[in-house]
Protein backbone atom coordinates (compact mmCIF):
# COMPACT_ATOMS: atom_id res chain seq x y z
CA UNK A 1 0.00 0.00 0.00
CA UNK A 2 1.33 3.34 -1.55
CA UNK A 3 1.84 6.46 1.13
CA UNK A 4 -1.06 8.53 1.22
CA UNK A 5 -0.61 10.00 -2.47
CA UNK A 6 -3.27 12.45 -3.90
CA UNK A 7 -1.16 11.97 -6.82
CA UNK A 8 -1.67 8.56 -7.47
CA UNK A 9 -5.14 8.81 -6.60
CA UNK A 10 -6.08 11.30 -9.15
CA UNK A 11 -4.03 9.90 -11.55
CA UNK A 12 -6.03 6.40 -11.10
CA UNK A 13 -9.43 8.37 -11.16
CA UNK A 14 -8.52 10.28 -14.42
CA UNK A 15 -7.74 6.99 -16.20
CA UNK A 16 -10.55 4.93 -14.51
CA UNK A 17 -13.28 3.69 -16.98
CA UNK A 18 -15.74 1.78 -14.72
CA UNK A 19 -15.65 2.83 -11.33
CA UNK A 20 -17.41 1.68 -8.20
CA UNK A 21 -17.94 4.12 -5.20
CA UNK A 22 -19.05 1.80 -2.06
CA UNK A 23 -19.88 4.61 1.02
CA UNK A 24 -20.26 3.97 4.69
CA UNK A 25 -21.91 6.32 7.44
CA UNK A 26 -18.21 8.42 7.64
CA UNK A 27 -19.66 9.94 4.29
CA UNK A 28 -22.69 11.60 6.35
CA UNK A 29 -20.76 12.35 9.05
CA UNK A 30 -19.86 15.90 7.72
CA UNK A 31 -23.51 16.75 7.14
CA UNK A 32 -24.37 16.18 10.42
CA UNK A 33 -25.71 12.36 10.72
CA UNK A 34 -23.74 10.15 13.28
CA UNK A 35 -21.99 7.12 12.27
CA UNK A 36 -23.08 3.79 13.62
CA UNK A 37 -19.59 4.42 16.45
CA UNK A 38 -20.68 7.56 17.09
CA UNK A 39 -21.81 7.58 20.88
CA UNK A 40 -25.61 7.68 20.73
CA UNK A 41 -26.90 10.60 22.83
CA UNK A 42 -29.38 10.80 25.22
CA UNK A 43 -31.66 7.66 25.57
CA UNK A 44 -29.53 6.44 23.07
CA UNK A 45 -26.15 6.42 24.95
CA UNK A 46 -27.26 3.33 27.21
CA UNK A 47 -27.91 1.37 23.97
CA UNK A 48 -25.85 0.18 21.46
CA UNK A 49 -26.94 0.65 17.57
CA UNK A 50 -26.25 -2.50 16.22
CA UNK A 51 -28.52 -3.98 19.35
CA UNK A 52 -31.21 -1.81 18.82
CA UNK A 53 -30.89 -2.51 14.81
CA UNK A 54 -32.35 -6.60 15.05
CA UNK A 55 -35.58 -7.73 14.83
CA UNK A 56 -35.55 -9.06 18.08
CA UNK A 57 -35.26 -5.24 19.43
CA UNK A 58 -37.57 -4.31 17.12
CA UNK A 59 -40.18 -7.17 18.35
CA UNK A 60 -39.50 -6.74 21.76
CA UNK A 61 -39.73 -3.14 22.02
CA UNK A 62 -41.49 -1.88 18.98
CA UNK A 63 -42.11 1.83 19.86
CA UNK A 64 -38.06 2.07 20.85
CA UNK A 65 -36.68 0.85 17.95
CA UNK A 66 -39.43 3.02 15.88
CA UNK A 67 -38.61 5.70 18.01
CA UNK A 68 -34.96 5.96 16.98
CA UNK A 69 -35.58 4.84 13.39
CA UNK A 70 -38.02 8.33 13.32
CA UNK A 71 -35.22 10.33 15.12
CA UNK A 72 -32.72 9.45 12.90
CA UNK A 73 -34.90 9.84 10.07
CA UNK A 74 -36.15 13.16 11.61
CA UNK A 75 -32.44 14.05 11.56
CA UNK A 76 -31.46 13.03 7.92
CA UNK A 77 -34.43 15.13 6.81
CA UNK A 78 -32.76 18.18 8.05
CA UNK A 79 -29.14 17.36 7.13
CA UNK A 80 -27.96 18.47 3.69
CA UNK A 81 -25.73 16.69 1.29
CA UNK A 82 -22.25 17.79 1.89
CA UNK A 83 -19.08 18.22 -0.49
CA UNK A 84 -18.68 14.08 -0.24
CA UNK A 85 -21.56 13.43 -1.69
CA UNK A 86 -21.47 15.99 -4.31
CA UNK A 87 -17.91 15.15 -5.76
CA UNK A 88 -19.23 11.43 -6.04
CA UNK A 89 -22.36 12.90 -7.88
CA UNK A 90 -19.81 15.05 -10.19
CA UNK A 91 -17.72 11.32 -10.36
CA UNK A 92 -20.99 9.58 -12.01
CA UNK A 93 -21.59 13.03 -14.50
CA UNK A 94 -18.26 12.76 -15.45
CA UNK A 95 -17.53 8.73 -15.65
CA UNK A 96 -20.99 7.09 -17.15
CA UNK A 97 -19.79 3.82 -16.06
CA UNK A 98 -19.77 4.84 -12.26
CA UNK A 99 -21.70 2.77 -9.98
CA UNK A 100 -22.56 3.93 -6.42
CA UNK A 101 -23.14 1.65 -3.43
CA UNK A 102 -24.19 2.67 0.05
CA UNK A 103 -24.57 0.95 3.03
CA UNK A 104 -26.08 4.29 4.30
CA UNK A 105 -29.93 4.01 5.34
CA UNK A 106 -29.99 8.02 4.37
CA UNK A 107 -31.39 9.82 1.19
CA UNK A 108 -28.10 12.31 0.77
CA UNK A 109 -26.48 10.47 -2.63
CA UNK A 110 -29.83 11.27 -4.55
CA UNK A 111 -30.33 14.75 -2.93
CA UNK A 112 -26.78 14.94 -4.18
CA UNK A 113 -27.81 14.60 -7.84
CA UNK A 114 -26.88 10.60 -7.64
CA UNK A 115 -29.04 9.07 -9.78
CA UNK A 116 -29.67 5.55 -8.93
CA UNK A 117 -27.48 4.39 -5.56
CA UNK A 118 -27.38 0.87 -4.87
CA UNK A 119 -28.68 0.91 -1.07
CA UNK A 120 -27.51 -2.68 0.25
CA UNK A 121 -29.19 -2.03 3.72
CA UNK A 122 -32.48 -0.51 2.45
CA UNK A 123 -33.80 3.17 3.61
CA UNK A 124 -35.13 5.44 6.32
CA UNK A 125 -37.97 6.04 3.94
CA UNK A 126 -38.99 3.00 2.43
CA UNK A 127 -40.90 1.31 5.44
CA UNK A 128 -42.53 -1.89 5.00
CA UNK A 129 -45.09 -4.05 6.97
CA UNK A 130 -43.61 -6.79 8.90
CA UNK A 131 -46.28 -9.40 7.34
CA UNK A 132 -44.80 -12.11 5.60
CA UNK A 133 -44.79 -11.21 2.20
CA UNK A 134 -43.83 -7.92 2.73
CA UNK A 135 -45.26 -5.15 0.91
CA UNK A 136 -44.08 -1.31 1.02
CA UNK A 137 -46.22 0.60 3.91
CA UNK A 138 -48.66 3.24 3.41
CA UNK A 139 -48.55 5.12 6.43
CA UNK A 140 -51.04 7.73 6.27
CA UNK A 141 -49.67 11.39 6.92
CA UNK A 142 -50.27 11.58 11.06
CA UNK A 143 -47.81 9.43 11.91
CA UNK A 144 -45.46 11.25 9.49
CA UNK A 145 -46.12 14.76 10.89
CA UNK A 146 -45.51 12.76 14.44
CA UNK A 147 -41.75 13.19 13.74
CA UNK A 148 -42.15 16.92 14.04
CA UNK A 149 -42.22 18.13 17.26
CA UNK A 150 -44.86 21.41 17.08
CA UNK A 151 -42.10 23.88 17.42
CA UNK A 152 -40.19 22.58 13.74
CA UNK A 153 -37.38 20.62 16.05
CA UNK A 154 -36.85 17.25 15.30
CA UNK A 155 -38.37 14.95 17.98
CA UNK A 156 -36.19 13.54 20.28
CA UNK A 157 -37.64 10.36 21.15
CA UNK A 158 -34.44 10.34 23.90
CA UNK A 159 -36.57 12.54 26.37
CA UNK A 160 -38.48 9.71 26.86
CA UNK A 161 -41.13 9.47 24.13
CA UNK A 162 -41.30 6.46 22.57
CA UNK A 163 -43.14 6.02 19.47
CA UNK A 164 -45.54 3.44 18.48
CA UNK A 165 -45.12 2.13 14.74
CA UNK A 166 -48.30 3.25 12.74
CA UNK A 167 -50.13 0.41 10.84
CA UNK A 168 -50.72 -0.14 7.27
CA UNK A 169 -53.61 1.52 5.90
CA UNK A 170 -53.80 -1.31 3.46
CA UNK A 171 -53.08 -4.44 5.42
CA UNK A 172 -53.32 -3.48 9.19
CA UNK A 173 -50.43 -5.12 9.99
CA UNK A 174 -47.31 -3.21 12.04
CA UNK A 175 -45.42 -1.20 9.98
CA UNK A 176 -41.13 -1.37 10.58
CA UNK A 177 -38.39 0.48 9.02
CA UNK A 178 -37.31 -0.60 5.54
CA UNK A 179 -33.84 -1.47 6.45
CA UNK A 180 -31.68 -4.55 6.48
CA UNK A 181 -31.11 -5.46 10.39
CA UNK A 182 -27.70 -7.54 12.10
CA UNK A 183 -29.30 -10.85 11.03
CA UNK A 184 -31.22 -10.40 8.15
CA UNK A 185 -30.01 -11.51 4.25
CA UNK A 186 -29.53 -8.24 2.06
CA UNK A 187 -31.84 -7.60 -0.66
CA UNK A 188 -30.39 -10.01 -3.32
CA UNK A 189 -31.00 -8.04 -6.47
CA UNK A 190 -29.10 -5.07 -4.43
CA UNK A 191 -26.37 -7.55 -3.79
CA UNK A 192 -25.89 -9.15 -6.85
CA UNK A 193 -25.68 -5.77 -8.73
CA UNK A 194 -23.05 -4.87 -6.34
CA UNK A 195 -21.06 -8.00 -6.42
CA UNK A 196 -21.05 -7.76 -10.36
CA UNK A 197 -20.14 -3.85 -10.59
CA UNK A 198 -16.94 -4.63 -7.67
CA UNK A 199 -15.83 -7.59 -9.97
CA UNK A 200 -16.25 -5.28 -13.36
CA UNK A 201 -14.82 -2.25 -12.20
CA UNK A 202 -11.42 -0.66 -12.82
CA UNK A 203 -11.08 1.57 -9.56
CA UNK A 204 -12.93 1.31 -6.20
CA UNK A 205 -13.33 4.25 -3.46
CA UNK A 206 -14.26 3.04 -0.29
CA UNK A 207 -15.32 6.27 1.44
CA UNK A 208 -16.45 6.57 5.21
CA UNK A 209 -16.80 2.80 6.53
CA UNK A 210 -15.49 0.88 9.32
CA UNK A 211 -15.43 -2.46 6.99
CA UNK A 212 -16.19 -5.07 9.63
CA UNK A 213 -19.75 -5.79 8.88
CA UNK A 214 -20.37 -8.63 5.98
CA UNK A 215 -21.09 -8.95 3.35
CA UNK A 216 -21.11 -5.21 2.36
CA UNK A 217 -17.19 -5.33 3.20
CA UNK A 218 -16.88 -8.17 1.10
CA UNK A 219 -17.22 -5.75 -1.66
CA UNK A 220 -13.90 -4.00 -1.66
CA UNK A 221 -12.19 -6.85 -1.45
CA UNK A 222 -14.32 -8.54 -4.67
CA UNK A 223 -12.59 -5.32 -6.44
CA UNK A 224 -9.28 -5.79 -5.44
CA UNK A 225 -8.92 -9.71 -6.17
CA UNK A 226 -10.70 -8.63 -9.98
CA UNK A 227 -7.52 -6.63 -10.19
CA UNK A 228 -9.14 -2.89 -9.84
CA UNK A 229 -7.28 -0.51 -7.45
CA UNK A 230 -8.81 0.56 -4.31
CA UNK A 231 -8.53 4.07 -3.14
CA UNK A 232 -9.87 4.38 0.81
CA UNK A 233 -10.94 8.18 2.37
CA UNK A 234 -11.14 7.71 5.59
CA UNK A 235 -9.52 9.49 8.84
CA UNK A 236 -9.07 6.45 10.27
CA UNK A 237 -7.22 3.13 9.85
CA UNK A 238 -9.28 0.35 8.79
CA UNK A 239 -9.22 -3.63 7.98
CA UNK A 240 -9.86 -2.58 4.12
CA UNK A 241 -6.41 -0.68 4.61
CA UNK A 242 -4.41 -3.88 3.38
CA UNK A 243 -6.18 -4.11 -0.01
CA UNK A 244 -6.46 -0.29 -0.62
CA UNK A 245 -3.84 0.85 -3.57
CA UNK A 246 -3.68 4.06 -1.84
CA UNK A 247 -5.17 5.36 1.40
CA UNK A 248 -6.16 9.02 1.60
CA UNK A 249 -6.57 9.86 5.21
CA UNK A 250 -9.00 12.39 5.81
CA UNK A 251 -12.65 13.38 5.78
CA UNK A 252 -15.23 12.78 2.55
CA UNK A 253 -15.82 16.45 2.43
CA UNK A 254 -12.04 17.92 2.26
CA UNK A 255 -10.48 14.73 0.62
CA UNK A 256 -13.27 13.93 -2.20
CA UNK A 257 -13.78 17.27 -4.08
CA UNK A 258 -9.65 18.32 -4.03
CA UNK A 259 -9.10 14.19 -5.93
CA UNK A 260 -11.65 15.11 -8.29
CA UNK A 261 -10.16 18.23 -8.86
CA UNK A 262 -7.06 16.89 -9.32
CA UNK A 263 -8.07 13.77 -11.12
CA UNK A 264 -9.41 15.92 -13.84
CA UNK A 265 -7.41 19.52 -13.68
CA UNK A 266 -5.63 18.86 -16.99
CA UNK A 267 -8.83 17.84 -18.69
CA UNK A 268 -11.53 19.78 -16.73
CA UNK A 269 -14.03 18.40 -20.06
CA UNK A 270 -16.72 16.08 -18.84
CA UNK A 271 -16.31 12.86 -21.67
CA UNK A 272 -18.58 12.53 -23.80
C1 LIG B 1 -26.17 -11.20 7.01
C2 LIG B 1 -28.87 -0.87 8.37
C3 LIG B 1 -26.71 -13.38 6.30
C4 LIG B 1 -29.63 -0.72 9.66
C5 LIG B 1 -26.83 -2.10 8.91
C6 LIG B 1 -24.05 -13.71 13.56
C7 LIG B 1 -25.37 -13.87 13.15
C8 LIG B 1 -25.85 -13.31 11.99
C9 LIG B 1 -25.01 -12.58 11.20
C10 LIG B 1 -23.72 -12.39 11.61
C11 LIG B 1 -23.21 -12.95 12.77
N1 LIG B 1 -21.89 -12.60 12.88
C12 LIG B 1 -21.55 -11.82 11.82
C13 LIG B 1 -22.65 -11.71 11.05
C14 LIG B 1 -22.76 -10.97 9.87
C15 LIG B 1 -23.24 -9.57 10.25
C16 LIG B 1 -21.99 -8.75 10.56
O1 LIG B 1 -21.23 -8.47 9.66
N2 LIG B 1 -21.80 -8.40 11.84
C17 LIG B 1 -20.62 -7.62 12.19
C18 LIG B 1 -20.96 -6.74 13.37
C19 LIG B 1 -19.48 -8.57 12.49
N3 LIG B 1 -23.94 -9.09 9.10
C20 LIG B 1 -25.26 -9.24 9.01
O2 LIG B 1 -25.98 -9.62 9.90
C21 LIG B 1 -25.82 -8.90 7.64
N4 LIG B 1 -26.66 -9.98 7.21
O3 LIG B 1 -25.02 -11.53 7.25
O4 LIG B 1 -27.12 -12.06 6.53
C22 LIG B 1 -27.00 -14.13 7.56
C23 LIG B 1 -28.30 -14.12 8.04
C24 LIG B 1 -28.58 -14.86 9.17
C25 LIG B 1 -27.56 -15.58 9.81
C26 LIG B 1 -26.26 -15.53 9.34
C27 LIG B 1 -25.96 -14.80 8.21
C28 LIG B 1 -26.66 -7.65 7.69
C29 LIG B 1 -25.77 -6.49 8.05
C30 LIG B 1 -26.56 -5.19 7.84
C31 LIG B 1 -26.88 -4.55 9.17
N5 LIG B 1 -27.50 -3.23 8.93
N6 LIG B 1 -27.42 -0.93 8.62
C32 LIG B 1 -29.51 0.66 10.24
O5 LIG B 1 -28.87 1.54 9.61
O6 LIG B 1 -30.07 0.87 11.32
S1 LIG B 1 -25.18 -2.15 9.19
C33 LIG B 1 -24.58 -0.59 9.57
O7 LIG B 1 -23.36 -0.77 10.25
C34 LIG B 1 -24.18 0.21 8.37
O8 LIG B 1 -25.12 0.10 7.36
C35 LIG B 1 -22.84 -0.32 7.98
O9 LIG B 1 -22.92 -1.37 7.07
C36 LIG B 1 -22.34 -0.93 9.27
C37 LIG B 1 -21.06 -0.26 9.76
O10 LIG B 1 -21.28 1.04 9.68
P1 LIG B 1 -20.30 1.98 8.74
O11 LIG B 1 -21.09 2.47 7.62
O12 LIG B 1 -19.01 1.33 8.42
O13 LIG B 1 -20.11 3.07 9.76
P2 LIG B 1 -19.32 2.99 11.07
O14 LIG B 1 -20.01 3.91 11.98
O15 LIG B 1 -19.07 1.58 11.48
O16 LIG B 1 -17.92 3.57 10.62
C38 LIG B 1 -17.87 4.87 10.06
C39 LIG B 1 -16.53 4.98 9.39
O17 LIG B 1 -16.44 6.29 8.82
C40 LIG B 1 -15.37 4.86 10.35
O18 LIG B 1 -14.34 4.06 9.77
C41 LIG B 1 -14.89 6.31 10.52
O19 LIG B 1 -13.48 6.38 10.73
C42 LIG B 1 -15.24 6.90 9.19
N7 LIG B 1 -15.53 8.34 9.21
C43 LIG B 1 -16.04 9.08 10.22
N8 LIG B 1 -16.17 10.37 9.80
C44 LIG B 1 -15.76 10.41 8.49
C45 LIG B 1 -15.35 9.12 8.12
N9 LIG B 1 -14.90 8.84 6.88
C46 LIG B 1 -14.83 9.84 6.00
N10 LIG B 1 -15.21 11.12 6.27
C47 LIG B 1 -15.67 11.43 7.51
N11 LIG B 1 -16.04 12.69 7.80
Keep these: MEEALPHRAAELLGDARRVVVLTGAGISA ?12 GLWARFDARELATAAAFHADPDLVWGWYEWRRTRVRRAEPNPGHLAIAAIEARIPGTTVITQNVDDLHERAGSPAPIHLHGSLFAPRCVAAAAHPATIDDAADADADAPDGEPAQPHDGRRIAPPRCTSCGTLVRPGVVWFGEMLPEAAFTAAV ?3 AACDLLLAVGTSGVVYPAAEIPRIAARSGAAVI ?8 LDRVCAVNLRGTAAHVLPSLVAAAWAADPAPRS
Excluded: I, K, Y
Excluded at 32 to 40: A, E, I
Excluded at 232 to 239: D, G, H, K, L, Y
Design 30 to 41: ESGVPTFRDDLT
Design 196 to 198: EAA
Design 232 to 239: QVNPEPTP
